[in-house]
């Protein structure tokens, strides 16, 4: 999960965000294209890794449509507000 957080910092350029502050996503905003560039990211990163896949999901089977949907709902729970 760390390198997953990391990675959505990284998106937007921001440094140590405190994720234990209650509304930390609203601290910065992206771009529909940062939030796709991401989204493909964490799809290609749970489908390459086992065990990333099993800690964190329900259903871990190597399937892209599966790690794309999950990537989605992360999003969706916890990505950056987006700006248009």
């Known amino acids: 999960m760390e390198t997953i957080l990391q990675k ?3 998106a937007v350029g921001a440094k140590d965000v405190d994720f234990k502050k209650h509304d930390w996503y609203l ?3 992206w771009t529909p294209e940062q939030q796709d560039e991401f989204a493909l990211w964490m799809t290609n990163y749970l489908y390459n890794n086992a065990g990333v896949r ?3 999901m329900t ?3 190597k399937n892209k449509k599966l790690c794309k949907k999950f990537a989605d709902m992360f999003i969706f729970n916890y990505g ?3 700006s248009l």
């Open 54 to 56: 099993k800690k964190i």
């Open 59 to 61: 259903r871990p089977a």
């Open 80 to 82: 950056w507000k987006t």
């Open 27 to 29: 601290d910065y905003t």
């Open 8 to 10: 959505l910092q990284d």
